[in-house]
Nanobody
């Protein structure tokens, strides 16, 4: 089982940027499609972005498309989420997740491993 640790969250002003990182250890990182999810207080966890395990195909929710970019560095066992043009609605705990499949999915139940989450707060 892969273990995941997120970092890079924090407080940022609206319009600013942050880059989240998720470091993986354990089983072969390149065997997993990876996803980023987020959960705001009182709301369900929602899909943000996903990337396939090797060919680099990506998927984004409509709410972040054009502002966020997911990428991965397999030799470094790390997946990233570059977040630009942040707004207060992006405030949430962000989680990375691993899916033992070629492609990512949008359903949290498709992922078998999760990080502990990192808080992102966007001030207006």
């Amino acid at each position: 089982q892969v273990q995941l640790v997120e970092s890079g969250g924090g407080l940022v002003q609206a319009g600013g940027s942050l880059r989240l990182s998720c470091a993986a250890s354990g089983r072969t990182f390149s065997s997993y499609a990876m996803g980023w999810f987020r959960q705001a207080p009182g709301k369900e966890r929602e899909f943000v972005a996903g990337i396939s395990r090797s060919i680099g195909s990506t998927d984004y929710s409509d709410s972040v498309k054009g502002r966020f970019t997911i990428s991965r560095d397999n030799p470094k066992n790390t997946v990233y989420l570059q977040m630009n043009s942040l707004n207060p609605e992006d405030t949430a705990v962000y989680y990375c997740a691993a899916r033992a499949s070629l492609f990512p999915g949008r359903d949290a139940g498709e992922y078998g491993a999760w990080g502990q989450g990192t808080q992102v707060t966007v001030a207006s």
